[in-house]
């Protein structure tokens, strides 16, 4: 892994990923036409351990005042974007980062210009974060934010910010319903919010029948619940979503009109097809060596190199373990992907 270190204040910021310039991201379904300025933006997720998103209001005196977003601003010449986070986050909100992770890319267009945010994980940092222009901060809950009005460029963000940190892949296929019901319940106890549903190897039949019992669960619990390949299935038995494999991205026309779309990729070719055709994140494989896996493993360089601002969230798969978040999210990536079912979180 490249790390970069910079100096704030004395002592140091680590960046985690390595140092980038302001270039342009991947472009996607939401990337906007060159015929406006660009503007390129460090923007910082400053998250506390209730998982509140720290957003700060505009000052008086600067454009757009009063409306929310989150910390940092523009990249001067001369800087890269986490050089110019790190002095955003200094001369905004005066807090000095010490570990940065990097996370997404995306454009939005305004009326007379194009933003380029590049979007950091402010991990750790000194300090108290205070508004140094006379602006008001407030740690929000990213899927209902309290404050109003929000810069429309923050939306995106706050959307995939939304997405938890693990999901569990589970399969109907040699677990009975008892016990599968059981571990749901206390995975559910412990934070878990996202599913993957599988349903090789068993009759549709019966795993319709076990999907239309686990997503009521899951929903009393707060979860969302994806179905592996089938949007007919997902719809036929109330999903959140579907996630469609790797195989079937090249045919695709366009996103299932789901509520909630994710693609499995296992190169770089079909991460920019999922992000052209809009997926609301994605899950790469396999990072590391796995039993189940057929193809070898990319590593944690190739992962890095490959999502690199991406602008959807990514989930690392194969051969991930809950103490593996870390890494994962140094790398690039928004969270891990278990399988073995709702007992392996």
């Not at 906007?32 to 506390?48: L, Y």
Request: include cysteine; hydrophobic fraction near 45%.
């Amino acid at each position: 892994m490249a790390v970069g270190v910079g100096t704030a204040m004395g002592r140091q910021t680590v960046f985690q990923g390595g140092s980038s310039a302001c270039g342009p991201g991947h472009p996607d379904r939401n990337t906007p036409p060159r015929n406006r300025p660009v503007v390129c933006v460090a923007a910082a997720v400053v998250q506390g351990a209730d998982g509140r998103v720290l957003l700060a209001e505009r000052p008086r005196g600067k454009l757009s005042a009063g409306y929310w977003e989150l910390p940092g601003g523009k990249v001067d010449a001369g800087e890269s974007v986490e050089q110019a986070l790190v002095r955003e986050l200094r001369e905004e909100i005066g807090i000095e980062p010490e570990t940065i992770l990097p996370w997404m890319t995306y454009e939005h267009a305004y009326t007379d210009k194009t933003v380029r945010l590049h979007l950091f994980r402010v991990a750790t940092w000194r300090g108290t974060p205070r508004g140094q222009e006379g602006q008001r901060l407030s740690w929000e809950d990213p899927r209902a934010p309290a404050v109003a009005p929000l810069l429309s460029a923050n939306h995106r963000a706050l959307q995939a910010l939304r997405l938890p940190p693990i999901c569990a892949i589970a399969t109907a296929k040699g677990h009975g319903e008892a016990q599968s019901f059981a571990c749901l319940e206390r995975a559910l106890a412990q934070g878990l919010r996202l599913l993957l549903l599988h349903g090789r190897g068993v009759a549709p039949a019966q795993f319709a029948q076990f999907a239309r019992r686990i997503i009521p669960l899951a929903r009393r619990g707060g979860a969302m619940v994806l179905i592996e390949g089938d949007e007919s299935m997902a719809r036929k038995v109330g999903a959140d979503g579907v996630q469609s494999r790797s195989m079937q991205l090249a045919s695709l026309a366009g996103r299932p009109r789901m509520g909630l779309w994710a693609a499995s990729c296992h190169d770089a070719a079909g991460l920019a097809r999922a992000v052209a055709l809009g997926a609301d994140f994605v899950v790469l494989s396999p990072v590391l060596p796995a039993a189940h896996a057929d193809e070898a493993a990319i590593g944690w360089e190739a992962f890095r190199k490959w999502t690199h601002d991406l602008p959807v969230p990514v989930y690392a798969f194969g051969g991930m373990r809950p103490e593996l978040l870390d890494a994962a999210r140094r790398h690039g990536a928004h969270g891990i992907a278990l399988l073995g079912g709702f007992c392996r979180t």
